[in-house]
């Protein structure tokens, strides 16, 4: 689904998740029904100084009110709390991309995962331990305001409620949730990154079944959502650490094709044909004099017919330049990179000088010959 950017904190695109458009309304349906705001108030009522009466904040709109401004504060502490993360991580020299902000919480995306062990342990505890101090500050809030304000009361404790109890569940050892991240960081300390990654994620997996268990049994669709997400996103992360195991040591120069024909914009797609069919590729970087100009590939030929391959220059149906990548650069940060990019296809430099592509096919050649390799020795 698409995000799109709202804002910018400290440089960092915030940006919300069209999931998270669709989710607001329920979630604010949710925390303002009856029965929710019945729950949480004697929760509330605990640590309030004076007691909230249910039938005001039952009465009238003012349940829609609550779960408005209740499921808008929630996120705004989901927001803080990747801000955490982020805070911490700029700390220790890490490139923050985006803040995305979706249907099951925030994500913080960096420019790279670090592997020291104590700086991923760290940036991890800091997401919790923020949500742990904004549930404090919602908690301060409720002390501070008059009794007359019963909305601003009942909505400030809920936050509070609900930041510091979303903070311990962050602490579950189930990856990739942050309390899984801090367990894959402390099994780091005695064993390799990738091993250390696997252990996390089998533990992430058996956590994803027992929330589907207790979902399926307590009749709750939102637990068994998030037992999918984190039974995925375990698998994937389990994945992403076996592809950096085969691909260590490996730069782009060691993966790359180091032909490095190209077109000229204004050659008949014609000629493209007979290029892929000769050099068995589907996509070649297009020049305009000693400038890259673009990108062509097979796809782009999908709303041409045949007898248009001599008339139509390849400069018309041609895509962006391609991303450029370094020579020296470690393969795998390369092929995440592209993944980041929603891109398959890099053209490699060594200085100023073109000496070679780099593709999808190019990193699942190289996977595939790594693990053949590795059952052999």
């Not at 742990?132 to 409720?142: E, H, R, W």
């Not at 030929?301 to 330049?321: C, F, I, N, T």
């Not at 891109?343 to 000088?353: F, H, M, P």
């Amino acid at each position: 689904m698409r995000s799109y950017t709202v804002a910018r904190i400290w440089g960092i695109p915030i940006r919300i998740n069209i999931s998270l458009l669709v989710f607001l309304p329920i979630l604010a349906w949710l925390i303002g029904s009856g029965q929710q705001i019945a729950l949480y108030v004697g929760v509330v009522n605990q640590f309030a100084p004076t007691p909230l009466d249910v039938a005001v904040l039952r009465a009238g709109n003012t349940p829609w009110v609550v779960g408005v401004t209740a499921a808008v504060g929630l996120f705004v502490g989901v927001l803080l709390h990747e801000l955490g993360h982020s805070w911490v991580a700029r700390r220790y020299g890490l490139e923050i991309e985006s803040i995305t902000l979706w249907v099951f919480g925030g994500l913080a995306r960096f420019s790279a995962i670090p592997r020291e062990w104590d700086r991923e342990f760290w940036i991890a505890v800091a997401g919790p331990v923020t949500s742990v101090l904004v549930g404090l500050g919602c908690a301060a809030v409720v002390q501070l305001v008059p009794s007359r304000f019963p909305v601003i009361v009942f909505v400030f404790g809920w936050l509070a409620v609900v930041n510091v109890t979303l903070a311990a569940f962050n602490l579950l050892p189930a990856f990739p949730m942050d309390g899984g991240r801090v367990l894959r960081a402390l099994l780091a300390r005695s064993r390799p990154y990738g091993v250390a990654t696997r252990i996390a994620a089998r533990i992430g997996v058996v956590f994803a079944l027992l929330f589907a268990v207790v979902g399926v049994v307590g009749f709750n669709p939102i637990l068994i959502l998030v037992a999918l997400f984190v039974y995925g996103a375990a698998k994937s992360e389990a994945r992403v650490s076996l592809l950096d195991d085969l691909l260590a040591g490996l730069t782009v120069a060691d993966v790359m094709d180091s032909s490095t024909e190209t077109l000229s914009a204004d050659d008949p797609v014609s000629a493209f044909v007979a290029l892929m069919l000769h050099r068995r590729r589907t996509a070649f970087p297009v020049v305009d004099g000693e400038s890259v100009v673009g990108l062509v590939r097979l796809s782009d030929l999908r709303d041409l017919s045949r007898d248009q391959y001599e008339s139509v220059a390849v400069a018309d149906v041609m895509g962006p330049p391609p991303l450029r990548v370094d020579a020296s650069a470690d393969a795998f940060d390369t092929l995440a990179e592209l993944g980041q990019r929603e891109t398959d296809y890099a053209l490699v430099e060594d200085g100023d000088r073109i000496v070679g592509t780099v593709s999808q096919e190019s990193f699942l050649a190289a996977i595939e010959i790594q693990r053949r390799l590795s059952r052999t020795t």
